[in-house]
Each structure stands twice: as structure tokens, then as C-alpha cells.
């Protein structure tokens, strides 16, 4: 735990919560509060603080002087102007004048201020001075003894460069200074000192709370938002009918997925073969032929330049996605290969059966290899941790030490899983064993970090049959980088653009629900057989596909991109003047 971590005061006062609310009456407002119940002095300094921001400063003067109150006190002025500055014994002086708890914060407060003093002295080249710090200083607050430690290690760096890169931290003349206020400002009561741009961090939250929200958001009406008026989105921008229906597998088709680009769709069949599909003409370009048993699993390159495929077999396939030549051939497997899926540096993939699970490299080598089944797997973005399953089991694997590092458990047998973009939560599919007729089931969608159940989604049918589900909802900009265990704060642009769950049923149907609040937005129909199942499209928020016991993969998508395609269609069958 880092030591600003240890304490944070609430952004309210109990006076202001209690008097909100978005049905107050305006005859029921005092004078202290607004017609909608928001304190007014708090409402006057949030004006305040956004005039000057906007180089208003008259405005807020004026405004200051009529409300009778000030933005912040002249203490607390020339507290953010001394750690700006650096002028570390004023900040601590004036540190135990803001309010601070002198027991269990204040202590913190000044850990963090002298870290700062001791790293800018180190910095500069003041190494005995900054070593008076270490000792005189830091020490005796007996805070964060580890950090102290690591602090003394920085002590035997070459210079300025090797320090700020050994403490991940960009100097004096960086934005430390800012970073630090930014961490005492969470010891400080936000009456005593507003935080930064608090009116517009208001708005941005009620911006993001309506868009979560919203049914049918389309991520393509991701631009600049009014406040004029509420975020709305009709159903415009989900998709409700099949653009195309590739066909081309002569049994089912069990597994379907887009490369990273957004251009091809990969299909794995019963038929033995893997098809590679050209999303923008939507004509086989490539069909690999070489496996003696069904292919029940695929998996693209980050560069797109490799397909790894597995079946029932028992073997592993590595095809150049150029040429639609076999460029490997893997056959440590004693198990039919269940699931797939690429590391993130592109040379290396890890396989899994019923029994076993590898760790391959591009050039042919066996780099791990795990005594554990897994009937689907997944990598997070950073490539750090890998998640599979096996019975009722979900398996967390550093791929960093290759150990265990959490297992939850769910109720009934997993089938399939998806892992969201943010690396955080994880779709998981199940089904009663025995399963002899399919049956009403839920959708979980597990928070990996809390290490529970997060959201159900009910109404498909599953039975006998791997059913995978997928999110989606939107595309466009990378999945983030951070780990699934990570302490940063989530990427809530990521987590907007997969507004969606979807899942295939065995009774022939496509399921779409909302992600946050559960409801079911759409059923999709057209299938005359199990969707066993669905990949949304990387880049395109309107599309997704889906593989059906059929032999048929549909592309789904909205009546203006069916359009675009019959304009396609009619261009290329026009016959040359």
C-alpha cells in the first residue's frame, strides 16, 4: 500500500448530501441551498474555482465578492505555491494548518514531502544533504520502512538520469510537483481545499453515468457531448440484421475468430478445415487443409501474420495467414486441443488440452509446459496472467513464474469463457454435468479482481454444447495495457466501448444484453441450428459474427451497412462501359 493510499477524505459534507436530490421542490429550498437541494456556497466556489480556470478572473472576483465567500483561504494559496515551488519547509509548516489529522495523516503528509525534498536534492547533486534527509528526516517517521529502503538504495545511483529512471520519476523540473500535490490534496477535506476542476469532473461523471446507462450506445457518438442536453442513443447503431451468410464449411462450424485488424475472419469446422474470410469482399481467400479431426479451436497472431489452430487431432497447426501454408506442426498433445491463444511479443502461444497445457514457441520449441487441464484460456493484454478453466474451476497463472497465483470457483461446469479489454472481468458459460437437453442458463460475468460475480445474464439455452460468449459493443484504439491485478485505475473509455454481452443458445437464437444494468436489448434469429458461437468485430462497434451447427457463419450488423453492401455488390456487377 502506498502511504497517500492509507487515508482519503470523502468529496461531501453531510449538510450538502443530505439537502440533494433530484426531485427537491424549489418552495422547500432554504437560503443556504439551491431549488434542486446543492449547497450554495459549495456551488458558488465550484463556479469559482472554473471561472479562473478559464481566465475569467474578473468574473470570479466579482462572483466572489457577491457570494461573500473565496475560492480557498490565503494558507492554503501559499501552501500550493510552495510545493510548486519546492520550498519544502514552508509546505510542512503550513501542512499542519490545513486541517490534516494529526495522527493519521499528518505523518503520511510529511513522508510524502520529504520524499520529494530527497529526491530533488539527490537529483541535484547534493548528495550529503540529501543523505541529512534520509536519516535525520524520513527515518525517524518510521513510515513505509520498505519505501525508505528502497529510497536508500537510490543513494548509489550514477547520476540524474540512472535516478529518475530507477525511481520512475521525472524530476523537479517534471510534473512531480504536480503529482505530489495531487497526493497531498487526498489528505486535505475538499471544503478546505477544492480539488482540481471539480465542476468539470462533476459533469464529465454524470456525462459517463448516462452513458452507461444508455440502452443502445453506439461508441461512434463518442465525440465532444453537449450540456444542453441528456446523452441519448436510438437503436440505430445495434446490430439487427444479417449483412451476409458465409457459407463455405460443409459440417458445423464451432469456432470463429477476427484478426486484429479487423480485415479477415478465421472459421474452424467439423469439416477438418479452417477457412480464412475476406470481411471486405466476404469470399474465402484461404481454406487450411491438414487436420485429420475436427478443429475445435483458433487463435491470430497480435500481427496477424500467423493462425495456430487445434482439434481433435491432438495436434497444433501454426499457418502463414499470407499464403495459407503449414508452417508447424505440433504434436505434444495426447488430448484433443481445446483452447488457443498468443502472447502478446508474437513469438510465443500457449495450447491446451483435457489434460495438459503448453507453452510453444514460433520456432517450434516447447518453452513451459503445465500438468493441468483447461477447456478455455485466456491472456491478458500485458501478457502477464493467463486464465483458464477446468471443471468448475477459473485459474489465475502468472506467466511470469509460471505459478498459481488465485482460483475462484463456480457452481456448474465451464464451458467457455471471454475475457473483457480492460483484463478485469471475464465472461464464463456453464452447463450441468450431465447435461442431456439444454436448458434456461446464465451468463457470469466474473470481476477478476474482487474475485466474484459481478452481473448474470439470463435467458439463453445450453445443454450439451460449448456455447462461448463474447462482449462487445464497440471498437476502435487498443485494449489497455494493464494487468488484471493491477491497482491503477481502469480505462473507462475501454470499459465504454464493450457496452454489450452476447451469446450464442442451442436453440438456435443470438442473445445481446446490456452490460451494466443486464437487460436483454435483442434476440437475433436466422440460425436453424445451435449458435455455439459469436466474436464482435475489433474495429467496427456495428458488427459481429456468429458459427452455427448449420454449417453457416452470419455476419451481423445494421440496415446501413446491408446497404453499403448491396452498393458494393451493384458497383462490382456493373458491367464496363
Not at 466476404?282 to 478443429?295: D, P
Request: glycine share 6%.
Amino acid at each position: 500500500m502506498t502511504p497517500e493510499s492509507e487515508h482519503k477524505h470523502d468529496t461531501g459534507t453531510s449538510s450538502s448530501m443530505s439537502n440533494r436530490g433530484n426531485g427537491a421542490d424549489p418552495a422547500m429550498a432554504s437560503p443556504n441551498t439551491t431549488a434542486l437541494g446543492f449547497n450554495r456556497v459549495e456551488l458558488a466556489r465550484l463556479m469559482i474555482q472554473s471561472l479562473k480556470a478559464l481566465g475569467y478572473k474578473h468574473s470570479a472576483q466579482t462572483l466572489a465578492a457577491e457570494a461573500g465567500c473565496e475560492l480557498e483561504s490565503q494558507a492554503v494559496t501559499q501552501f500550493r505555491e510552495c510545493v510548486l515551488s519546492g520550498a519544502w519547509d514552508t509546505v510542512e509548516q503550513l501542512s499542519e494548518h490545513l486541517d490534516i489529522d494529526p495522527v493519521n495523516c499528518l505523518p503520511t503528509v510529511k513522508f510524502l514531502i520529504r520524499e520529494q525534498k530527497f529526491l530533488e536534492l539527490l537529483e541535484s547533486g547534493h548528495i550529503k544533504s540529501a543523505l541529512v534527509v534520509l536519516r535525520s528526516e524520513l527515518t525517524p517517521l518510521n513510515k513505509n520502512m520498505e519505501r525508505v529502503h528502497t529510497l536508500t538504495s537510490f543513494m548509489m545511483t550514477s547520476g540524474a538520469d540512472d535516478l529518475r529512471e530507477r525511481a520512475e520519476w521525472d524530476g523537479a523540473e517534471g510534473t512531480s510537483r504536480q503529482k505530489l500535490l495531487a497526493s497531498l490534496q487526498k489528505f486535505i477535506s475538499p471544503a478546505v481545499m477544492v480539488p482540481e476542476h471539480r465542476l468539470e469532473t462533476l459533469l464529465k461523471q454524470a456525462n459517463e453515468q448516462q452513458i452507461k446507462n444508455c440502452f443502445y450506445h453506439d461508441s461512434r457518438n463518442d465525440a465532444p457531448y453537449s450540456l444542453y442536453s441528456d446523452h441519448v442513443c436510438d437503436k440505430v447503431g445495434v446490430p439487427s440484421i444479417t449483412r451476409q451468410v458465409l457459407e463455405g464449411h460443409t459440417n458445423e462450424v464451432w469456432y470463429i475468430s477476427f484478426s486484429h485488424d479487423g480485415k479477415y475472419l478465421a472459421s474452424t469446422s467439423v469439416d477438418f478445415r479452417v477457412i480464412i474470410w475476406d470481411l471486405e469482399t466476404f469470399e474465402a481467400v484461404h481454406t487450411l487443409q491438414g487436420h485429420t479431426g475436427s478443429v475445435s479451436c483458433c487463435s491470430w497472431s497480435p500481427d496477424d501474420s500467423l493462425l495456430v489452430t487445434g482439434g481433435f487431432d491432438k495436434s497444433v497447426k501454426l499457418w502463414d495467414t499470407q499464403t495459407g501454408t503449414l508452417k508447424k506442426n505440433y504434436v505434444e498433445h495426447t488430448d484433443i486441443v481445446t483452447c488457443l491463444g498468443w502472447l502478446p511479443d508474437g513469438n510465443r502461444f500457449i495450447s491446451a488440452s483435457e489434460k495438459r497445457m503448453f507453452m510453444m514457441g514460433t520456432s517450434g520449441d516447447v518453452l513451459h509446459s503445465w500438468n493441468m487441464p483447461a477447456r478455455d484460456l485466456a491472456i491478458t493484454t500485458d501478457g502477464r496472467t493467463l486464465v483458464t478453466t477446468s471443471n468448475t474451476n477459473i485459474r489465475l497463472i502468472s506467466l511470469v513464474d509460471m505459478t498459481e497465483i488465485g482460483r475462484y470457483e463456480e457452481m456448474d461446469d465451464i464451458t467457455a469463457i471471454s475475457l473483457s479489454r480492460d483484463n478485469r472481468h471475464l465472461l464464463v458459460n456453464t452447463t450441468v454435468n450431465p447435461a442431456h437437453l439444454p436448458m434456461h442458463r446464465e451468463v457470469h460475468m466474473w470481476d477478476l479482481r474482487e474475485g466474484k460475480i459481478k452481473r448474470k445474464y439470463s435467458g439463453y439455452q445450453q445443454g450439451r454444447f460449448v456455447i462461448r460468449p463474447c462482449f462487445g459493443g464497440g471498437g476502435g484504439g487498443s485494449p489497455t495495457r494493464k494487468g488484471l491485478l493491477s491497482d491503477d485505475e481502469l480505462d473507462e473509455s475501454v470499459h465504454h466501448k464493450e457496452r454489450f454481452v452476447v451469446s450464442g443458445s442451442e436453440d438456435s437464437k443470438i442473445h445481446l444484453w446490456h452490460r451494466d444494468n443486464g437487460h436483454l436489448v435483442q434476440n437475433f434469429e436466422g440460425h436453424t441450428k445451435a449458435v455455439t458461437c459469436v466474436a464482435w468485430h475489433p474495429t467496427n462497434p456495428t458488427m459481429f459474427a456468429s458459427a452455427s451447427d448449420d454449417h453457416t457463419i452470419r455476419i451481423w450488423g445494421t440496415p446501413e451497412d446491408a446497404e453499403r453492401d448491396m452498393e458494393r455488390t451493384r458497383d462490382v456487377d456493373m458491367p464496363a462501359i
